[in-house]
C-alpha cells in the first residue's frame, strides 16, 4: 500500500540526503575562503545552478544526437529485433507501444513464447521510466513507434 504522506517525506528526505555533499564543500570554501552564512548558502545555490546547467547541456546534447542519428538507428535495430522474433501484425491503430506488447502478452491465443517475449520488452521499455531517466524512456518509445510503424508496412 502506497501513501502520499510517505511519499512526499520520503521525497524531503531524499532532497535533503542529495544536499549533503553539497554542504560539506560549501562548508570547506566557507573555511578555506573565510565566508560567513551568506556564502554558504551562496555555494550550495551556485553548485545547484551548476548542476542545472550541466543537465541542461546534457539533455540539449542527447536530444540533438537522438534526432539526427540516434532515433533512426535504434529504430532500425529495434525494427530487425520485431523481425527476428516474428512478432505479431500491428494494429492499424495502436495506443503505443506498451501497448502493442501488452496486447500480445495478455492474449491467451499467442504461443506462451511470444507473450514472455512481450512482456520482456514491456519490462525493457519501462526499465529507464522506472529508474527515473524519464527523458531516456520517451526516446526509446519514439524509436520503438517507428520501428513498429515500419514491421506494419512488412504486412502490407
Do not use: C
Amino acid at each position: 500500500m502506497q501513501f502520499e504522506s510517505k511519499l512526499k517525506r520520503r521525497v524531503w528526505f531524499e532532497l535533503a540526503l542529495g544536499l549533503i555533499p553539497d554542504a560539506v564543500v560549501a562548508a570547506l570554501l566557507v573555511v578555506i575562503f573565510g565566508g560567513g552564512f551568506v556564502s554558504f548558502i551562496a555555494t550550495i545555490v551556485g553548485l545547484q545552478v551548476v548542476y542545472f546547467l550541466i543537465w541542461l547541456k546534457d539533455t540539449a546534447w542527447s536530444w540533438l544526437q537522438f534526432v539526427l542519428v540516434g532515433r533512426k538507428r535504434d529504430a532500425s535495430t529495434l525494427l530487425d529485433h520485431l523481425v527476428t522474433r516474428s512478432y505479431p501484425e500491428p494494429s492499424d491503430y495502436e495506443q503505443s507501444i506498451s501497448g502493442y506488447f501488452e496486447r500480445i502478452a495478455s492474449d491467451d491465443e499467442e504461443e506462451v513464447i511470444m507473450r514472455l517475449a512481450a512482456s520482456v520488452e514491456l519490462g525493457a521499455i519501462n526499465y529507464s521510466v522506472a529508474q527515473g531517466r524519464i527523458q531516456e524512456g520517451l526516446r526509446l518509445s519514439m524509436a520503438y513507434e517507428d520501428a513498429l510503424e515500419a514491421y506494419k508496412r512488412r504486412f502490407i
